[in-house]
């Protein structure tokens, strides 16, 4: 189990140092980019593991962008960069592709099938990948902002 971790830890600081190079951050930037996307993907490998405790996919990446959303805000000042440099690029690891790709995959498939007991089947698929997708994202969304709000002192003191 510790390895599946540090390899899921490993992936995700990857690819937010990949997404913060593409979206220009400044390179100090890089190192927190990838230890809060490590953290906070990590945290929702273990939320979601059965054995710890086996939350849904939804629940665990809300607590786990509200973690990434907090360590940017109290990263930031240290780091003296906006904690939006660190925030975005550590949340695109979680972006649920597989989700959204079902989603599509089963539209084609409603309008590809050619009776109506496929066209359920298709439909049911298409709606239930699309739901949880659009939930994951809204919730993500949202539980990152929140410390920003709430610790508004702190978030905004980076820019001062």
């Known amino acids: 189990m510790l390895f599946e971790i540090i390899k899921d830890a490993l992936l995700a600081a990857?690819?937010?140092?990949?997404?913060?190079?593409?979206?220009?951050?400044?390179?100090?930037s890089y190192i927190w980019c990838g230890l809060i996307a490590a953290l906070g993907h990590s945290a929702r490998f273990l939320l979601m593991d059965p054995d710890v405790l086996g939350?849904?996919?939804?629940?665990?990446?809300?607590?786990?962008?509200?973690?990434?959303?907090?360590?940017?805000?109290?990263?930031?000042?240290?780091?003296?960069?906006?904690?939006?440099?660190y925030l975005f690029p550590a949340l695109l690891?979680?972006?649920?592709?597989?989700?959204a790709y079902r989603s599509f995959g089963g539209l084609a498939m409603c309008?590809?099938?050619?009776?109506?007991?496929?066209?359920?089947?298709?439909?049911?698929?298409?709606?239930?990948?699309?739901?949880?997708?659009l939930a994951i994202l809204f919730?993500?969304?949202?539980?990152?902002?929140?410390?920003i709000f709430t610790f508004r002192s702190t978030a905004f003191r980076a820019t001062r």
């Open 14 to 28: 990857m690819a937010a140092i990949g997404f913060g190079s593409i979206s220009r951050v400044p390179r100090r």
């Open 139 to 147: 919730t993500m969304v949202i539980c990152a902002i929140v410390p």
């Open 93 to 99: 690891p979680m972006i649920p592709g597989m989700y």
């Open 55 to 85: 939350m849904h996919i939804v629940a665990a990446t809300g607590i786990a962008s509200f973690l990434i959303g907090s360590m940017a805000v109290f990263i930031s000042p240290v780091a003296k960069t906006p904690a939006e440099a």
């Open 111 to 133: 309008l590809l099938g050619d009776t109506q007991e496929k066209f359920g089947v298709y439909f049911y698929r298409f709606a239930e990948n699309g739901f949880i997708c």
